[in-house]
């Protein structure tokens, strides 16, 4: 059963940085692409940032410049750097993976509060 965990999340003041990490149970080079979701409260989960397997990345318009995805296979980690933080990236983040068969797996989830 392949699990992910996230963890790292934290309440932290505007303009702070925080460092959320995704620990998978097997292999990160078992998923084709990984990536990291967040959902507000009373609002749908939406796409942050993703990493290929072939290390390509992705970034939603908003966290762009601020956020940076990056994958460790050596430890089968993924961490989601974020500086400049805004009380609108309060949330719940989750750790998403997808393998080559396109089997898709989620996090249990990490709360960022961002507040002064």
């Known amino acids: 059963q392949v699990q992910l965990v996230e963890s790292g999340g934290a309440l932290v003041q505007p303009g702070g940085s925080l460092r959320l990490s995704c620990a998978a149970s097997?292999?990160?080079?078992?998923?084709?692409?990984m990536g990291w979701y967040r959902q507000a409260p009373g609002k749908e989960r939406e796409f942050v940032a993703s990493i290929s397997s072939g290390g390509s990345t992705r970034y939603e318009d908003s966290v762009k410049g601020r956020f940076t995805i990056s994958k460790h296979n050596y430890k089968n980690t993924m961490d989601l750097q974020m500086n400049s933080l805004k009380t609108e990236d309060t949330s719940v983040y989750y750790c998403?993976?997808?393998?080559?068969?396109?089997?898709?797996?989620w996090g249990q989830g990490t709360q960022v509060t961002v507040s002064s």
């Open positions: 097997t292999s990160t080079l078992y998923f084709a692409l």
């Open positions: 998403y993976g997808r393998s080559q068969y396109s089997r898709e797996y």
